[in-house]
């Protein structure tokens, strides 16, 4: 059976982002995904304005990976 993946808002995402260390607004989180440098969204462009998809589990194991990175020096 598949997973089913979490999504979440950009200000929910920045909200977890904040309380787990980073510096980011909302509009800084939304520019890297669309610029593609955070791998845990997808910006999709529905009318004019793209709509943005945070996918949890993805961005708790970018931040998680990164938690490791500081950890270990």
Excluded: C
Excluded at 17 to 36: F, H, K, P, V, W
Excluded at 58 to 64: F, H, K, P, V
């Amino acid at each position: 059976m598949a997973k089913i993946m979490v999504v979440i808002g950009i200000r929910e995402a920045a909200k977890i982002l904040r309380e787990n260390g980073m510096q980011i607004s909302d509009g800084d989180l939304r520019a890297g995904i669309e610029q593609r440098v955070y791998p845990f969204g997808d910006a999709v462009v529905v009318t004019s304005k793209p709509v943005f998809h945070v996918y949890l589990p993805l961005l708790m194991q970018w931040i998680a990976e990164r938690s490791e990175e500081v950890a270990n020096g």
